[in-house]
């Protein structure tokens, strides 16, 4: 009962400093995304992708990259971190609106992120 | 464009008092509202949905029903436990959204024993 992993789950980084958050989900989605949760402001969307190969922007995608290059995967790139980017990040996915805009989002479980 | 809208908290209540959170919602079209839970510590899950106007979605004593005619789907829960401290989100899922998830900003709720 795998559903959606992110890794890692902590991570220090340094300002300027590039990483990629992982994340995977073995239930054949095709909706993947990435959220930001900071306090006060509940869950933004930095980019989602709606099936392999295709990719779009979300409410705040400056300052990241995504590509989706497998159904399965959908890491997110930082690639130039800056303190404004310390939040808690999650990777969802769900089957398509194709099927039904009733389609239930997994969550994985947050990477916590803290640059200095 | 499609928004959410949900009560500010934090709220604090008592062990077995009534829990209301509201959430009303601005969405072009038929959209379906869900209820989604985070435990400290942990990931969003679903605690219910709804996918048209008048369903009542529940689960684990919690209900929200679909109301079109307020644009609302309020959550309600007859009589609270300490287990159910968490933040709740109230989001919407819409075919015009292009695939995208719009969440509220989210309610701390916390219970006294």
């Known amino acids: 009962n795998a559903g959606v992993t992110q890794t890692p789950k902590f991570q220090v980084l340094k300002t300027g400093q590039s990483m990629t958050l992982q994340c995977a989900q073995d239930?054949?989605?095709?909706?993947m995304s990435w959220y930001r949760q900071d306090p006060g402001m509940g869950l933004r969307l930095i980019h989602y992708s709606v099936g392999a190969g295709i990719t779009d922007q979300g409410e705040v995608p400056n300052g990241y990259n995504v590509s989706r290059s497998t159904t399965e995967d959908f890491p997110l790139r930082l690639l130039s971190a800056a303190p404004s980017q310390t939040s808690v990040y999650f990777c969802?996915?769900?089957?398509?609106?194709?099927?039904?805009?009733?389609?239930?989002?997994?969550f994985g479980e947050g990477s916590w992120l803290t640059v200095v | 464009g499609n928004s959410v809208t949900q009560m500010e908290g934090p709220v604090t209540l008592s062990e077995e008092a009534f829990l209301t959170i509201n959430c009303t919602y601005t969405a072009t079209g038929y959209p379906s509202l869900f209820w989604y839970v985070q435990y400290p510590g942990e990931g969003l899950q679903l605690l219910l949905k709804a996918t048209k106007a008048d369903d009542k979605g529940s689960n684990k004593g919690f209900e929200a029903t679909y109301r079109k005619e307020t644009t609302s789907f309020h959550l309600e829960k007859g009589s609270v436990q300490v287990s159910d401290s968490a933040v709740y989100f109230c989001a919407l899922s819409s075919y015009s959204s292009a695939s995208k998830i719009i969440f509220g900003s989210g309610t701390r709720l916390s219970i006294r024993p």
């Open positions: 969802a996915s769900s089957y398509s609106n194709a099927r039904g805009s009733g389609n239930t989002i997994y």
């Open positions: 239930m054949n989605h095709e909706y």
